[in-house]
Nanobody, 122 residues
Framework: QVQLVESGGGLVQAGGSLRLSCAASISTFSSWAMGWFRQGPGKEREFVAT????????NYADSVKGRFTMSRDNAKNTVYLQMNALKPEDTAVYFCNRVVIVDDKYVGMDYWGKGTLVTVSS
C-alpha cells in the first residue's frame, strides 16, 4: 500500500519561503511522475506542480509559476516543493501524489496523505 507523508509546512509572512517534503513508500518510485496539490479553506483540491520520473521536466499551475520549484530525489523516494515569494492566497493544505493525466488534467493516483498546512500571513 502506498503511503505518502508530507512535511515542512508552517506559518510564514507574505514574501517568505518554505520548503515542503514528501516521502513516498513506493517501490517503483523512480518510475512515476509525482505532483503537488493543495486545498485552500473552502476550496476544492487543485493542482500545483508536477515532475517527471527523472526530474528533468516540470510543470506548474499558472498561479505559482516563477515562485515555486518542484524537485525529486529518487534515491530517497522523496519529492520537494520550494516555495518562494509566498502570498496569503497560497494558504492551504499541501499534498503530494503520483500523477496521471485524465481529460487533460493532472489527478492523483493514490489515497491522499494527511498533507502539510501552509499558512501565509499578510
Amino acid at each position: 500500500q502506498v503511503q505518502l507523508v508530507e512535511s515542512g509546512g508552517g506559518l510564514v509572512q507574505a514574501g517568505g519561503s518554505l520548503r515542503l517534503s514528501c516521502a513516498a513508500s513506493i517501490s517503483t518510485f523512480s518510475s512515476w511522475a509525482m505532483g503537488w496539490f493543495r486545498q485552500g479553506p473552502g476550496k476544492e483540491r487543485e493542482f500545483v506542480a508536477t515532475i517527471n520520473w527523472s526530474g528533468d521536466n516540470t510543470n506548474y499551475a499558472d498561479s505559482v509559476k516563477g515562485r515555486f520549484t518542484m524537485s525529486r530525489d529518487n534515491a530517497k523516494n522523496t519529492v520537494y516543493l520550494q516555495m518562494n515569494a509566498l502570498k496569503p492566497e497560497d494558504t492551504a493544505v499541501y499534498f503530494c501524489n503520483r500523477v496521471v493525466i485524465v481529460d487533460d488534467k493532472y489527478v492523483g493516483m493514490d489515497y491522499w496523505g494527511k498533507g502539510t498546512l501552509v499558512t501565509v500571513s499578510s
